[in-house]
């Protein structure tokens, strides 16, 4: 296939020239240049993905590259699915990129080191599904979190939290990266060959332990980077931390490399995994479906509720891909096939209106400073066209029609609710919870978005930072407008990718037939009786709405609207500080869910000095802290420093021990070679 | 046969349009003669409607789109459910497309674009009835996807119209444990997406206690008509609903006219019937204290649960 080689070739290309320009060029030249390299290089990505998807297939070796093993590059329809996403993702939010570092406000972001890696990121993007060996895969996958981490920490000079927040990434992805190293080596050496193909062959011939062990591995580093519980802590740290067209690139491409991670080794390398390891991971699915989607209900951070939301969202990623592999792994691949299918489609889904939300929470930070919802509102009259694109891609997010997000939650429904078919206690027990926390994170997300919606963009100004609010500019505006675009097609026709999906399932083994097909106006399920016409229910809500407002233009007396001031129940038109703020519609969810939030007050009252009784001054305040992080890496970091504090025992400065820990070392190393061999 | 079918789709919607005040004057009727009052008759809500409006269209200063267009989705969104949903004949044009989710969807939909309306006025009545609604919209999803789970197990399938002429050709799957459980968690759920007791009360206007009303306290004239409407509506489709998947008889399976006007009389008796037993029972009830009904609610999601499993167990030897 040479058009996805050139376009290979290109981006590669255009990677390099936007590296150059971002760090030799002047800063405006520099940020144009970069953004147009990156754009194009996401074309390119889109290009070779979509040729793959369609059923195209690439390889190639290139033995000079990489000393002893070279690298080796695959394209099939699953890694295609993956580079259009990430390639789609990354043209319409380079573009976005242009106007965002243009500013002068955006300092650390439009710096050479910043600018020099960020096409860097966007290849590693692009190019990690393609990847066809140990080493390539594990050299993307470490490019990916090193210029990512670079990335993330663009503003450190500003804010000590991005510093912290730096930290965390590294440490937790290089963690990850431990994981995936052992498991794929451990593959690797069990397989005998590092290449995908050699693995593919040596999978069969291993022992169950072996396998079990190369699924937990290789599972945990990728859940990881996929931001699920508990392993989650860096994402809602670096994500909002990060500036806003990388948040976007992380939130919307990068996290979605776990879930591919997940798929190629284990449905494709592996050739399936045991039962109890889909269920392992179906259920870090449900959790951190769950447990995501209300800390996002809690969230007044803007950035950090959309982090959370990721974690939600990957969640139900994962639901799919377990509940897929627990029904491959009964022999009933028409389910598994159903089930993968769902989840590949929310992974597109979920990129592009993550990717939106991120840039037009971009915007409102650019235009305002402010992250904090409390302080927002008002926005809708002052940046209409961000406000608009947050209102589409936050109809995709909450998963009602006619968003795209209800589609691929639809699927995952039917997928689930058809599993019963396949015997066992577990799918008995299992189904019927997948599907109520699909159900329960669903209703919870409508409540975090219409909060994001309703607090952040409507009602009046809480602050003279979001009354001075202005819309962005153009290059921001068209990125913005690419990614709608980008939702209502998904939303509206998602049968065209139906042929796409289809090849990307039988790539992981499950269904050689086709799991969907549609003609664009209508998503059918080939093997169960149930369809779905995305364009035909859009059609009959505008048809409703214009017979309602017809009804209420033919009845009226007195055609034009009256301007008049809020009623609020005779007590006028109250000021700002009245209004409901993103804490305050969040109280009731947070009193139903305080067992497992565990909310932390404080009141402190100070009394005047000449009485007890006469009160100077009351301080409230309210913390919702991640639970998980509080309970489980707290302990642990505080025992980590605690033996490192002990271990400076061990080195004292005193020659003589330092000879004699040598010493008793040799003995030891001799003692065993001489008592073992 | 395609006439009979869109003829069923018009008359279900007109019917829900129509008929959705007159439940709602029914209800009332019922509430004020068991409470020893002469009540203001069946026919009241449409002159309110009408009355209203007439009235001029005003729009507070302050808010935006989102306030002006709730009221007309609220209607558009349960309008289409009510096209969907097989009320009255399960052979139309839309009955491939008429999917339990995608019914829940819809209505929630509608909930989510009031809410936002509620928010945009930028009061704290808004914000807090807002805020109200989509904790307990939020908390009746689970119940409301695994009574739809529990109830496609039986046919296979989601889509209504399978579901409800499984049900007629059936009948005994209505009264299987499963069935019944799944019956009573909906209903609960229909309770509280409809705003009644002991939820939220409909004729409530203590602030404190407000839910719905609190959301649309800022709407007036003719957008408070099309919100009634609207909630009245969703009221009747509900209750309809109800009845089509736990009461399927009369409804109308070939495409022959008699048939439909059979199937129409009989929706209307069975969602009277319905809302007059509701009114009933809401005579002797008290509205919950808003965080006792999460318990509620998490009642009517065990009774879902054991209805899919009792579907597993017991049918699926």
């Known amino acids: ?127 990690v599904p393609a990847a066809a060996s140990v080493s390539t895969f594990l050299l993307l996958w470490e490019a990916m979190a090193l210029t990512s981490l670079l990335l993330v920490l663009a503003d450190q000079r500003d804010r000590a939290s991005v510093r912290e927040a730096g930290v965390w990434y590294a440490v937790m992805t290089h963690l990850g990266l431990v994981l995936l190293l052992a498991g794929m080596a451990l593959f690797a050496a069990c397989a005998g060959g590092e290449t995908f193909t050699a693995l593919r062959a040596g999978a069969s011939g291993m022992s169950p332990a072996a396998r079990g062990t190369v699924f937990v591995l290789v599972a945990a580093a990728f859940a990881s980077k996929a931001g699920m519980v508990p392993l989650h802590p860096w994402l809602p740290r670096a994500h909002p931390e990060a500036p806003s067209n990388v948040s976007a690139l992380m939130s919307a491409a990068m996290v979605n490399l776990g879930a591919y991670g997940i798929v190629r080794v284990a449905f494709d390398l592996l050739g399936g995994a045991p039962r109890w390891g889909w269920l392992l991971v179906l259920a870090a699915g449900a959790l951190s479906a769950v447990y995501g989607i209300l800390q996002a209900a809690m969230a007044s951070d803007l950035k950090r509720l959309l982090a959370y939301s990721t974690s939600e969202n990957l969640g139900l990623v994962l639901i799919g891909v377990g509940a897929a592999g627990l029904f491959a792994s009964s022999g009933y691949p028409v389910p598994a096939a159903l089930a993968l299918a769902a989840a590949l489609l929310h992974v597109a ?112 100004p809480r602050s003279a930072e979001a009354a001075a609010a202005t819309e962005s500019p153009p290059g921001m505006l068209i990125g913005m407008g690419l990614l709608a675009v980008g939702c209502t097609g998904l939303a509206l026709v998602p049968g065209m990718l139906g042929d796409g999906l289809s090849r990307a399932v039988a790539v992981a083994g499950l269904g050689s037939g086709p799991t969907l097909s549609g003609d664009g106006f209508e998503l059918r399920l080939d093997r169960l009786a149930a369809s779905m016409s995305p364009l035909w229910v859009a059609a009959a809500l505008t048809a409703g709405l214009l017979a309602a407002a017809a009804l209420i233009r033919i009845t009226a007396r007195r055609g034009r609207r009256a301007n008049v001031k809020l009623w609020d129940c005779g007590g006028g038109a109250p000021t700002a500080r009245m209004s409901y703020t993103a804490t305050s519609f969040a109280e009731p969810l947070q009193r139903v869910f305080d067992d497992v939030l565990a909310p932390e007050q404080d009141v402190n009252v100070t009394p005047l000095r000449e009485s007890a009784y006469l009160v100077e001054r009351v301080r409230f305040q309210s913390r919702i802290p991640d639970r998980i992080e509080h309970r489980v890496y707290r302990p642990v970091l505080a025992a980590v420093t605690g033996l490192g504090q002990s271990a400076r025992r061990l080195a004292t400065g005193s020659v003589h021990l330092y000879l004699g820990y040598g010493f008793f070392g040799l003995v030891a190393v001799l003692l065993a070679l001489a008592v073992g061999w | 046969m ?314 699926g030897e």
């Open chain 1, 349 to 460: 889904n979920h990129a592009v209106f993550k990717a939106l939300l991120f840039c037009a929470a971009g915007s409102v930070v650019r235009a305002t400073g402010l992250r904090d919802l409390d302080r927002m509102g008002g926005l809708r009259a002052r940046m209409p066209a961000t406000a608009g694109f947050f209102t589409v891609a936050a109809l995709g997010a909450i998963a009602l029609p006619p968003g795209n997000g209800f589609l691929s939650e639809w699927l995952l429904l039917q997928s689930l609710i058809n599993g019963l078919t396949v015997p066992g206690i577990s799918t008995a027990i299992v189904l019927p919870l997948a599907v109520a926390v699909i159900a329960l994170s669903a209703g919870l997300a409508a409540a975090v978005f219409v909060k994001a919606l309703g607090v952040g963009f409507f009602a009046r």
């Open chain 1, 1 to 127: 296939m040479k058009g996805a080689e050139t376009a290979a070739v290109l981006a590669v290309g255009l990677a390099g020239a936007g590296a150059l320009s971002g760090a030799l060029l002047p800063r405006r030249a520099r940020v144009i240049a970069v953004g147009l390299c990156t754009a194009g290089l996401g074309g390119a990505g889109l290009t070779a993905g979509l040729m793959a998807s369609g059923g195209g297939r690439w390889s190639a070796h290139l033995p000079g590259l990489l000393p002893m093993a070279g690298v080796y590059l695959a394209v099939d329809a699953l890694s295609g699915l993956f580079m259009a996403v990430a390639g789609a993702v990354v043209l319409a939010v380079a573009v976005y990129g242009i106007g965002y570092a243009g500013g002068d406000h955006a300092r650390g972001v439009a710096s050479r080191g910043v600018q020099a890696a960020l096409p860097l990121f966007a290849l590693t993007l692009v190019l």
């Open chain 2, 2 to 315: 395609k006439a009979i079918g869109t003829a069923a789709v018009t008359a279900q919607v007109v019917l829900v349009v129509a008929g959705a005040p007159l439940l709602a004057g029914t209800m009332r009727q019922v509430r004020a003669r068991m409470e020893g009052r002469a009540g203001p008759g069946v026919v009241q809500p449409w002159r309110d409607l009408r009355k209203l409006l007439r009235k001029e269209a005003i729009t507070p200063i302050g808010t935006g789109p989102a306030f002006r267009v709730a009221p007309l989705l609220l209607v558009a969104t349960t309008a289409v459910v009510a096209a969907l949903v097989p009320l009255a004949s399960t052979v139309t044009p839309v009955s491939g497309s008429a999917d339990l989710i995608l019914v829940v969807a819809l209505l929630a939909l509608g909930t989510v674009a009031l809410a936002l309306a509620g928010l945009d006025t930028g009061t704290a009545f808004g914000g807090m009835g807002a805020s109200r609604e989509m904790t307990v919209a939020a908390l009746v999803e689970p119940t409301i996807l695994l009574a739809v789970f529990a109830l496609s197990i039986p046919t296979g399938s989601t889509n209504l119209s399978a579901i409800v002429s499984g049900g007629i050709h059936d009948p005994v799957r209505l009264a299987s444990p499963a069935g019944l459980l799944a019956t009573a968690a909906l209903a609960v759920a229909v309770l509280a997406e409809t705003g009644r007791l002991p939820v939220d009360n409909p004729s409530t206007h203590l602030e404190l206690t407000m839910v719905h009303e609190a959301m649309v306290l800022e709407y007036a004239g003719p957008d408070l008509a099309l919100v009634e409407l609207g909630a009245q509506m969703r009221l009747a489709v509900l209750l309809g609903l109800l009845a089509s998947l736990s009461a399927p008889w009369g409804i109308a399976t070939t495409a022959s006219p008699a048939a439909l006007a059979l199937a129409l009389v009989l929706l209307t008796a069975k969602v009277a019937l319905l809302g007059s037993a509701l009114a009933a029972a809401e005579v002797f009830w008290a509205k919950l204290r808003l965080f006792r009904v999460p318990e509620l609610l998490a009642g009517s999601f065990l009774l879902a649960l054991l209805a899919v499993t009792a579907s597993y167990f017991l049918t």
